[in-house]
């Protein structure tokens, strides 16, 4: 904070930071009943276990979509080993502070994944790495040599490193945030734009993100960036002006219009016409129209 800074100026208006912060179990918005400053399990509560040597446990969210995206694509291109369990775990609810889930991710964030198909059990978490473990479990969706398996790598990472900004920042502050604040929403809406102005350039000149062929870092950026800019996050198209990335546009409509996509982008979400859990392929018939 500038130190010559009128406190009356700050929001709320006389707040200054105190010595040492403490937390309020009141402050924090939509999720101040489970944010806390501390890790690791709440309570006692065992994940359950399917029938498939993949075990995933998520919600769908752009974070968990990108895991049941790729597990869709796989299927889809005759990777039978890639049957999966999806459990649905209810971030609101808390169950991610279940001992079970902390046991596969200390983090508490999901999705989280277990491979049984291993000598020993695989636990998996983070989103990136689930793709990356993936892409080379099953030889797909990551090209094989140098420097086009570089360049899929490199726009993962960037997803993952970008993201948090247009998520935690311009999400919540423009979206989730308990009341407006013209500062951050706009220093994370620059942010914002920034990175899809990035992202817009580089699919000006291929087809796909990381070049000619759909990859692990299309299904990374599409949950977060292209749906964005096709209207179905955070209720911000207009205000972010997407007609502006007309590349990401055709780029994101084209990835929505996969079939494995649509499958994988309604998995561990409530609704008719979305899948709470997916145990076999079979569940997505079962959905009402």
Same mark, same amino acid.
């Given at each position: 904070?500038?130190?010559?800074?009128?406190?009356?100026?700050?929001?709320?208006?006389?707040?200054?930071?105190?010595?040492?912060?403490?937390?309020?179990?009141?402050?924090?918005?939509?999720?101040?009943?489970?944010?806390?400053?501390?890790?690791?399990?709440?309570?006692?509560?065992?994940?359950?276990?399917?029938?498939?040597?993949?075990?995933?446990?998520?919600?769908?969210?752009?974070?968990?979509?990108?895991?049941?995206?790729? &597990?869709?694509?796989?299927? $889809?291109?005759?990777?039978?080993?890639?049957?999966?369990?999806?459990?649905?775990?209810? =971030?609101?609810?808390?169950?991610?502070?279940?001992?079970?889930?902390?046991?596969?991710?200390?983090?508490?964030?999901?999705?989280?994944?277990?491979?049984?198909?291993?000598?020993?059990?695989?636990?998996?978490?983070?989103?990136?790495?689930? &793709?990356?473990?993936?892409?080379?479990?099953?030889?797909?969706?990551?090209?094989?040599?140098?420097?086009?398996?570089?360049?899929?790598?490199?726009?993962?990472?960037?997803?993952?490193?970008? $993201?948090?900004?247009?998520?935690?920042?311009?999400?919540?502050?423009? $979206?989730?945030?308990?009341?407006?604040?013209?500062?951050?929403?706009?220093?994370?809406?620059?942010?914002?734009?920034?990175?899809?102005?990035?992202?817009?350039?580089?699919?000006?000149?291929?087809?796909?993100?990381?070049?000619?062929?759909?990859?692990?870092?299309?299904?990374?950026?599409?949950?977060?960036?292209?749906?964005?800019? =096709?209207?179905?996050?955070?209720?911000?198209?207009?205000?972010?002006?997407?007609?502006?990335?007309?590349?990401?546009?055709?780029? $994101?409509?084209?990835?929505?219009?996969?079939?494995?996509?649509?499958?994988?982008? =309604?998995?561990?979400?409530?609704?008719?016409?979305?899948?709470?859990?997916?145990?076999?392929?079979?569940?997505?018939?079962?959905?009402?129209?």
């Amino acid at each position: 904070m500038t130190q010559d800074a009128d406190p009356q100026n700050n929001q709320p208006a006389g707040y200054v930071p105190p010595k040492v912060w403490t937390y309020d179990s009141e402050n924090g918005g939509e999720w101040a009943s489970i944010n806390r400053p501390t890790s690791g399990a709440r309570e006692d509560k065992p994940l359950p276990v399917g029938k498939h040597p993949l075990q995933l446990y998520s919600l769908g969210t752009p974070n968990g979509q990108k895991v049941t995206i790729m &597990l869709e694509e796989l299927l $889809a291109a005759g990777h039978s080993g890639a049957e999966y369990d999806a459990w649905y775990i209810g =971030i609101g609810d808390g169950d991610q502070f279940g001992s079970g889930f902390v046991d596969i991710n200390p983090n508490s964030k999901i999705p989280a994944l277990m491979d049984h198909s291993t000598a020993t059990p695989t636990r998996l978490f983070e989103s990136g790495s689930i &793709l990356f473990y993936l892409a080379e479990k099953f030889g797909a969706f990551l090209p094989p040599t140098q420097p086009a398996r570089a360049e899929a790598m490199n726009w993962l990472m960037w997803q993952m490193g970008s $993201a948090p900004f247009l998520g935690g920042g311009f999400g919540h502050f423009y $979206a989730y945030a308990p009341f407006k604040m013209q500062y951050p929403i706009d220093r994370y809406t620059m942010e914002t734009k920034r990175q899809l102005h990035v992202l817009d350039t580089q699919l000006a000149n291929h087809e796909f993100v990381a070049g000619n062929d759909y990859s692990i870092a299309d299904m990374a950026i599409w949950p977060w960036y292209g749906k964005i800019v =096709i209207g179905t996050s955070y209720n911000a198209q207009e205000f972010l002006n997407v007609s502006e990335y007309a590349n990401i546009k055709r780029w $994101a409509d084209q990835i929505a219009d996969r079939s494995a996509v649509k499958r994988g982008e =309604i998995v561990n979400l409530k609704g008719d016409d979305k899948l709470r859990e997916r145990h076999s392929a079979a569940d997505f018939d079962a959905l009402v129209d």
